[in-house]
């Protein structure tokens, strides 16, 4: 049997996220579609971890929220993401949930590092104070 817990912390932070049935699509098929769910299970998973106590787990939680969400969202905004997360919540147990949290960090994680080392190619290598300087296509043009 499946907690109910899961089923409450998923109608509060659900609430104001769904689509209209007649507007929605199904996921995709195929390897997408494994994607499709395998984003929604991280996404309960995140949405779960937001009710800890901890503070830097509700932070952690909120930032895969935003990630999860988003790559679902950039899917299809057609998407009925509140019956698809329904259904990936519905199939979860909370040990299953504790049991996808690490595939789901590292996956964004690793997404972290990659933005990150984006970022310091864009800015150039960075100091505890900060950048040690900016590169020539991020300075401010010469004033008058």
């Known amino acids: 049997m499946k907690p109910p817990l899961l089923a409450v912390l998923l109608i509060g932070a659900l609430t104001g996220i769904h689509a209209s049935a007649a507007d929605a699509e199904p996921p995709p098929p195929g390897a997408a579609a494994t994607q499709v769910n395998g984003d929604a299970r991280c996404l309960v998973v995140a949405m779960v971890m937001s009710r800890s106590p901890e503070p830097k787990t509700q932070q952690a939680a909120l930032l895969a929220s935003y990630y999860y969400f988003g790559r679902l969202d950039g899917l299809s905004t057609r998407i009925d993401l509140e019956a698809l997360l329904a259904t990936a919540a519905g199939q979860m147990t909370l ?50």
Do not use: D, F, N
């Open 95 to 144: 040990e299953q949930v504790w049991a996808e949290a690490p595939r789901c960090s590292a996956e964004l994680a690793a997404r972290g590092r990659y933005l990150a080392a984006i970022g310091q190619h864009l800015t150039g290598p960075t100091t505890p104070s900060g950048p040690s300087e900016a590169p020539a296509t991020l300075k401010p043009p010469p004033g008058p």
